[in-house]
């Protein structure tokens, strides 16, 4: 083995230790060492001058993609923490008058809002925390179940396909400049559209006969 993958694989060890003991971080070191900034800390170590295991001018960063990131999960944890996420969405569910329709519209409906909602947010986290709460409660509201609608959204949570910063393995698939963010927008729509069709036959079908939705035209007493 080289000295170079010698170094390499100390670095990656290192990470995955302070990965994997960051609850004992504070009694040992008095201080906690969080996942993003160990995974900094590997990177510099990687690139520093004369130790590191390569130089900054044989790695090739695509620094446009990486700031084109930071600045979409930075845009997604401001409309967290401003609360403007939380009142588009209650504003949005807020004007939808789903009392009296079928299940399976409702149904729709919210399942729809949910795949898509991925192309305003690149945060899961984010989406979970203020729509899924939001969602029980509107479930409750109408008369459901809350898993009929909560568990067909959960599903939805991982489909961030839609938009190359929509999650990091499509970050690096578009770093290989095979395809635009037109196309990637394009059948990133179609695959959610096709997502949406298929949890709303799960639901009238596979969920229904599990019972965990009702039929897809009962109305909530």
């Known amino acids: 083995m080289r000295r170079e993958e010698k170094k390499a694989l100390a670095i990656f060890g290192l990470v995955l230790f302070l990965w994997m003991t960051d609850a004992l971080h504070l009694g040992w070191f008095g201080v906690e060492i969080s996942a993003p900034f160990a995974a900094l800390l590997g990177a510099v170590l990687v690139l520093f001058p004369r130790y590191g295991v390569m130089q900054w001018a044989e790695a090739e960063i695509p620094w446009h993609l990486l700031i084109f990131s930071a600045g979409a999960y930075a845009g997604g944890l401001a409309l967290d923490d401003t609360g403007a996420a939380e ?4 504003m949005l569910f807020g004007g939808m008058d789903l009392k009296g329709v079928p299940f399976g519209v409702s149904y729709t409906v919210i399942i729809a809002v949910m795949m898509y909602s991925h192309l305003l947010t690149t945060s ?10 939001i969602i029980i409660t509107m479930a409750k509201a109408l008369g459901w179940p809350p898993i009929a609608f909560a568990l067909p959204a959960a599903l939805c949570i991982d489909w961030v396909v839609g938009l190359p ?15 635009s963010v037109a196309d990637n927008f394009k059948y990133g729509v179609l695959t959610c559209t096709l997502g949406v069709i298929l949890l709303v036959v799960s639901g009238a079908t596979w969920f229904h006969w599990l019972g965990l939705t009702p039929s897809f035209w009962a109305v909530a007493p």
Do not use: A
């Open 87 to 90: 009142w588009g969405v209650r």
């Open 165 to 179: 910063i929509s999650g990091k393995p499509n970050v690096i698939l578009f770093s290989t400049n095979q395809y």
């Open 124 to 133: 899961k986290t984010v989406r979970t925390l203020i729509l899924l709460p």
